[in-house]
């Protein structure tokens, strides 16, 4: 191998190296601290920023689902589950990025930017020209797993579970 | 310093046979194209011009310079079903190891565009597939077991050695080590892989139970054995699998950690992109010998089929002279 392409190929294996631990530590300190930005800009700009949760810090403790519940204006109103229900068999593979975005995103606090586009999309999804839709709410519905206990481990098929609701956002269409 | 260099020489340019590289391209972009078919029922949704994201918010929300072909292009049905189109066959071309780099920078700016126009639909499994197909790009993984490296046998065009530095294998085994590493990490850091109760609420969740076994699920014994070996596995397998000796148990242990998870959990594809990437951890050598037999096999197939003698022939002698072109 040409000794100029070993240099290049180490510089491409430092950096890559590089951007590995430097997107992957804490910032501990100011200089790890700039280089970690500069590192998670590049690794952004290659969609290639580290995210490996696997259940990490702690897996979740509940189940999640949001649904868009419609009110027309003659009175009715609709439920939607916001998921869209795949059928076949590659159902389980195309249902895992409709979880994601619903269970995992749309309800979450820090991702709020995403109920106003999810409320226009589902205004176009369920309008009725002769029955206009009056208002549109997303809520989330959710059930806490009932704490571990060494005691006693409830059954898999029957761990009871805390049913809660909220409201994330409610639009009316006149406004 | 100079044992050093000589180390990290030996450990990232010695010449290896490139057979491994070309399986694992071949079992890895066959995953992607499996999770490409699932996704096409979801092109509307998620990618169109009335998807469940504007474009105007995913460039609202995700500010940073970034990959995607979405941003140079008016967003309309027309360029969402092309790139997918274009995806599709690059896809293809990457499988086959037909023309196998430009194919793979094909599908790499394809699958970032999509990836990038919705970022919150993505997990680990996107990007993993990201990662590994950068990194695949710049492997030798088209050097055989390929239509390139049988096409080199008639045109210099596409000749290419079999034994090719290691760097690039390398580089995915240390991002593999990475991931595992960085999950035993921060699941430190959680109070319920400490205590050892991860598992119970990993399994409970109703969306992402698959198969069940209750007799070890509804067990404390079992149920802290699987957390507390859910951690010791990640960390041999991020640290461990790099001793000659442990090598081969950690890998075959990974394999079945995977297929256990798989089984008990709804998680699509993870496990097994994950599973796809143990086998790298095998050395080329390994893996040009079960190429081999593999090969050697289909052609005692052939020869006991009944297809005629001068087909028989031109097809051992294009699978026989595909694994033999020399360096």
């Not at chain 1, 631990?21 to 590192?39: H, I, M």
């Not at chain 2, 340019?13 to 979801?42: H, S």
Request: with cysteine; charged share 20%; glycine share 4%.
């Amino acid at each position: 191998m040409k000794r100029l392409t070993k240099y290049f190929l180490n510089t491409l294996i430092l950096m890559y190296l590089g951007i590995i631990y430097f997107t992957g530590v804490p910032e501990t300190n100011t200089l790890n601290s700039r280089v970690k930005q500069k590192a998670m800009n590049v690794a952004f700009a290659v969609g290639i920023w580290p995210s490996w949760s696997m259940f990490a810090p702690n897996p979740i403790k509940f189940d999640s689902k949001s649904f868009v519940e419609v009110t027309y204006k003659n009175g009715d109103i609709k439920e939607y589950d916001v998921e869209v229900e795949p059928k076949g068999i590659l159902a389980p593979f195309r249902k895992a990025r409709w979880m994601k975005y619903s269970q995992d995103n749309l309800r979450n606090p820090s991702q709020r930017a995403l109920l106003n586009p999810a409320i226009q999309y589902f205004r176009k999804k369920y309008e009725n020209k002769t029955n206009p839709i009056v208002s549109l709410q997303i809520k989330r519905k959710w059930a806490e797993v009932h704490p571990f206990s060494d005691q006693s481990i409830p059954s898999i098929y029957k761990t009871p579970r805390v049913q809660k609701n909220e409201v994330l956002i409610t639009k009316k269409m006149e406004d | 310093m100079n044992t050093f260099g000589k180390y990290w020489n030996k450990f990232f340019f010695e010449e290896k046979p490139t057979e491994g590289m070309a399986l694992f391209r071949i079992i890895w972009i066959g995953l992607i194209l499996m999770y490409f078919i699932a996704d096409l029922g979801n092109v509307q949704d998620f990618y169109g011009p009335h998807a469940l994201i504007s474009l105007h918010t995913t460039r609202e929300q995700f500010p940073f310079i970034h990959a995607n072909l979405f941003h140079m292009f008016n967003l309309s049905y027309e360029f969402t079903y092309g790139l997918i189109i274009v995806y599709g066959i690059s896809l293809v071309m990457s499988l086959f190891g037909f023309l196998t780099r430009p194919a793979l920078i094909v599908a790499l700016l394809c699958m970032t565009s999509l990836h990038q126009r919705n970022i919150w639909l993505l997990s680990s499994s996107e990007l993993l597939m990201r990662t590994i197909t950068l990194l695949l790009i710049v492997s030798p993984c088209g050097h055989s077991l390929s239509i390139d490296s049988f096409l080199g046998r008639f045109s210099p065009g596409f000749r290419n050695k079999r034994n090719w530095p290691l760097w690039s294998l390398r580089i995915i085994q240390i991002q593999i080590s990475v991931i595992y590493l960085w999950t035993v990490w921060h699941k430190l850091k959680g109070e319920t892989w400490i205590e050892g109760t991860a598992v119970y609420y990993a399994t409970r969740l109703e969306d992402l139970t698959n198969f069940t076994v209750p007799f070890l699920l509804n067990s404390l014994f079992f149920l802290k054995l699987m957390t507390w070996g859910t951690l010791l596995i990640e960390f041999s397998l991020g640290f461990f699998i790099w001793f000659k000796k442990m090598r081969k148990p950690i890998i075959i242990t990974g394999m079945i950690f995977h297929l256990c998870i798989q089984y008990f959990m709804s998680i699509p594809f993870f496990e097994l992109f994950m599973i796809a990437l143990l086998v790298n951890f095998f050395t080329p050598e390994e893996l040009k010998a079960f190429a081999d037999k593999t090969i050697n096999s289909f052609i005692e197939g052939i020869q006991e089929s009944t297809l005629g003698t001068e087909i028989k022939e031109k097809i051992i002698r294009t699978l026989r002279g595909q694994h033999e072109t020399a360096n």
